[in-house]
């Protein structure tokens, strides 16, 4: 049950490091079950420290909620989900991949207009033709 240990929300916060407006919020979206009451409190337990534990893990490795939502369906479902989680995790690797790549690519467009910027050979302001370069190239 969420209230067992009845601790309250800036208490939750504190244990998980999670900001108590980012708590609320996935209440409100179903990540976190609304807790019990007492009066005007929320009270939570070691049930919800350990899911908004394993949210926020999952948050701080990029997924989104949606896959957030889904891997707490298959933390759920015990050893059986191990291939779906597995699946699940292979997608975001991907994508997380592709975010590096497309860094990257935009390490050397930044790098090279500061080069450009230092060198003061150009009239111009290196960057702006840069982007500029990058819309007319679209």
């Known amino acids: 049950m969420a209230g067992t240990g009845a601790i309250q929300i800036g208490e939750l916060s504190r244990r998980t490091g999670c900001n108590i407006e980012t708590i609320r919020y996935y209440e409100r979206i179903g990540l ?3 807790p019990p009451r007492r009066g005007r409190y929320r009270n939570y337990g070691a049930e919800d420290v350990a899911r908004l534990g394993f949210v926020r893990r999952a948050r701080e490795l990029g997924f989104t909620l949606d896959e957030v939502r889904a ?3 298959l933390a759920a479902g015990g050893q059986a989900s191990c291939a779906d989680v597995r699946e699940l995790a292979a997608s975001h690797l991907e994508d997380v991949r592709t975010r590096i790549a497309d860094l990257r690519r935009m390490e050397r467009v930044l790098a090279a207009s500061v080069r450009a910027c230092d060198a003061g050979q ?4 290196p960057l702006l033709q840069a982007l500029h370069a990058e819309i007319s190239d679209a």
């Open 32 to 34: 976190l079950p609304i």
């Open 71 to 73: 891997l707490l369906g």
């Open 122 to 125: 150009d009239p111009g302001c």
